[in-house]
């Protein structure tokens, strides 16, 4: 079983850029379908970004496209979410995820595995 820790999460001012990764315990990594999702603050938790685990295709929330972008290293057990342009909205706890089947799907009931989350703030 896999087993996921964030960091990189920090105070960004509106408008800048920052680089969350998800370092991956087990042998088994490369398998998974990997997705961010983020809990802001009196909502929902949602889904932010996904990667699958063959061919590398990326998907994207609505609200992040263009500004965030999602990557994987199986060399080094890493999954990465680059976030530009940074707004208010964004502020928020992120967890990375994991799919053992790699559905490429945006449910969170589809992911297995989770981090503990990293916490974003953006200042204004």
């Known amino acids: 079983q896999v087993q996921l820790v964030e960091s990189g999460g920090g105070l960004v001012q509106a408008g800048g850029s920052l680089r969350l990764s998800c370092a991956a315990s087990g042998r088994t990594f490369s398998t998974y379908g990997m997705g961010w999702f983020r809990r802001a603050p009196s909502k929902e938790r949602e889904f932010v970004a996904g990667?699958?685990?063959?061919?590398?295709?990326?998907y994207y929330a609505d609200s992040v496209k263009g500004r965030f972008t999602i990557s994987r290293d199986n060399a080094k057990n890493t999954v990465y979410l680059q976030m530009n342009s940074v707004n208010a909205e964004d502020t928020a706890v992120y967890y990375c995820a994991g799919d053992p089947f790699s559905r490429g799907a945006t449910m969170s009931s589809t992911y297995f595995v989770w981090g503990q989350g990293t916490q974003v703030t953006v200042s204004s």
């Open positions: 990667i699958t685990r063959n061919d590398g295709r990326t």
